[in-house]
């Protein structure tokens, strides 16, 4: 069956600009993973929605950064003012249920000029 | 907040040589435990994953990992490696807290090439 779909895969911006990144989880999955990974580094937690509950946020880095899902499909996460260091690649996963395995996306890189 | 340690970050061996990666974890409650691969050019996919029971576990492509809990150490093995194990890999742990549970926390990755 499909996976998790990204888009766009590549993404270059100008410092200060906005941009929106998409995420097409599996179908029927009830939970999604917004994540991060800078150049050599491990993979950082942004976000995390679960069926119509409350999004955990707590990894959000800055109040520029912002994420939305509609019901248990799509999502969007909007970086606000661009900076340098928002550069990396954005990954999305998504997860049947809590304790199961998640399924990353293709991710979209991110570059901030 | 948990953290995983992953100790070797850049891993380079013949093949057909046997390979440990070293992950440590840090957090003292119920933990999921599991390896990930980046193969060159592809997204990452799950390598094994450990969430109760017999601590050995096999995951795909001859791959075993070992969940010592009094070590907090979830260690990934494999006997013999191929050219094509050439990859990025990463332990992560998820933990629960409260109402479900969290996001995964990774490592930093271990970069591993197999020389021909």
């Known amino acids: 069956g499909a996976g998790v779909s990204q888009s766009p895969s590549n993404k270059v911006t100008e410092k200060g600009k906005d941009v929106e990144l998409r995420c097409d989880p599996i179908s029927g999955h009830t939970a999604l993973y917004w994540y991060r990974q800078r150049l050599g580094q491990g993979l950082e937690f942004l976000i995390y929605f679960q069926g119509n509950s409350a999004p955990d946020k707590s990894g959000l880095p800055s109040d520029r950064f912002s994420a939305e899902r509609t019901g248990e499909s799509v999502s969007t996460l909007t970086i606000q003012r661009t900076q340098q260091e928002d550069s990396a690649v954005y990954l999305c996963?998504?997860?049947?249920?809590?304790?199961?395995?998640?399924?990353f996306g293709p991710g979209t890189r991110l570059t901030v000029t | 907040a948990q953290s995983v340690s992953q100790h070797n970050h850049h891993v380079i061996l013949s093949e057909a040589a046997s390979l440990e990666l070293g992950c440590n974890y840090s957090y003292g409650g119920t933990v999921n435990l599991f390896w990930y691969v980046q193969y060159p050019g592809q997204h990452l996919q799950l390598l094994l994953k450990?969430?109760?029971?017999?601590?050995l576990v096999k995951g795909i492509k001859g791959f075993e990992a070992e969940f010592i809990k009094s070590k907090f150490s979830f260690n990934l093995r494999k006997p013999s490696v191929q050219w094509s194990d050439t990859a990025e890999y990463f332990c992560?742990?998820?933990?629960?807290?409260?109402?479900?549970?969290?996001?995964?926390?990774f490592g930093k990755g271990t970069h591993l090439i197999i020389q021909p």
């Open positions: 992560a742990v998820n933990v629960w807290s409260g109402g479900g549970a969290d996001g995964l926390t």
């Open positions: 996963a998504s997860q049947l249920a809590g304790w199961d395995e998640q399924y």
């Open positions: 450990y969430f109760s029971g017999d601590p």
